[in-house]
């Protein structure tokens, strides 16, 4: 496996794994992967690997973070809701493209991160909660769009509720870290229509009633 050193050679490997879409493509070039990974990392920032971001957790692969972008179909009137703000990586791709970014973290110090780069890189329709976000967002419901970046368990009800018809949301599920697959929802009139995009890993979605 070569190493990718630059946004330019990180876009070939996306557009090389199939991501078609250019404006996923160019708003994954125009930001900054290193000022989300921790200063030890910095020079790995444009691999399209995962890395890791503290508290166990990670940040996405990049091939990872188009597909997911890709399928929410996105554009400028979009108000979408993420659960699992991590690096805030992915939250401030959404935010480049949508008209608003409702973005949820459990991890109080991982989120405080976040917010310092979405500062830094001017991004102001992020609005960002701490908390569990399994129950979604209610004062804010309904959204356009819903990702979940941590793998549940089945699609989640609750935040199906939160969807608006004609909606999407994308989520991994799966209990196992070697059968997640990624799914998309389109919530429909009375009725949801699911999509298999493969195979996935990521963190499990936590729920802080079940958390020690
Ligand atoms: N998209 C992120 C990846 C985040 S990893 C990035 O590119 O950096 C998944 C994140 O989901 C972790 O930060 C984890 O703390 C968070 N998470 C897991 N369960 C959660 C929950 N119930 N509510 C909110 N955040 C949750």
């Given at each position: ?10 876009k070939?490997?996306?557009i ?6 250019e404006?996923?493509l160019?708003?994954?070039?125009a ?7 921790p200063?030890?990392f910095?020079e790995r920032a444009?691999e399209?690997?995962?890395l ?19 399928a929410?179909e996105?554009?400028?009137?979009v108000?979408i ?5 991590g690096?805030?990586y992915?939250?401030?791709i959404?935010a480049?493209?949508?008209?608003r970014v409702?973005?949820?973290e459990?991890?109080k110090p991982l989120?405080s991160e976040?917010?310092?780069?979405f500062r ?9 909660r ?5 129950m ?6 309904p959204?356009?769009r819903i ?6 368990i ?6 199906l509720?939160?969807l ?13 870290e070697r059968t997640q697959?990624l799914?998309?929802?389109r919530?429909?009139e ?8 493969g195979?996935v ?12």
């Open positions: 496996m070569s190493g990718v050193l630059d946004a330019d050679t990180l070939n490997a996306l090389g794994d199939g991501i078609t879409d404006t996923v160019d708003t994954i070039h930001i900054p992967r290193e000022l989300f990974v200063a030890a910095r444009y399209n690997s995962p890791p971001i503290g508290l166990h957790q990670t940040i996405s692969q990049p091939t990872v973070v188009a597909m997911m972008t890709q929410l996105l554009n400028d009137r108000k809701l993420e659960i699992g703000t690096s805030g992915q939250t401030a959404l480049k493209i949508c008209r409702y973005t949820i459990r991890h989120l976040a917010e310092e780069r830094t890189l001017g991004l102001n329709n992020i609005v960002t701490y908390g569990d976000g399994s979604g967002w209610k004062e804010q419901a959204f356009s990702i979940v970046t941590a793998a549940a089945d699609v989640p009800h609750v935040l509720e939160q608006d018809v004609g909606g999407i949301m994308v989520v991994p599920v799966g209990l196992e697959h799914l998309r929802v919530k429909l009375d009725d949801i229509e699911t999509e298999d995009l195979l890993r990521f963190v499990p979605l936590v729920s802080d009633e079940e958390a020690g």
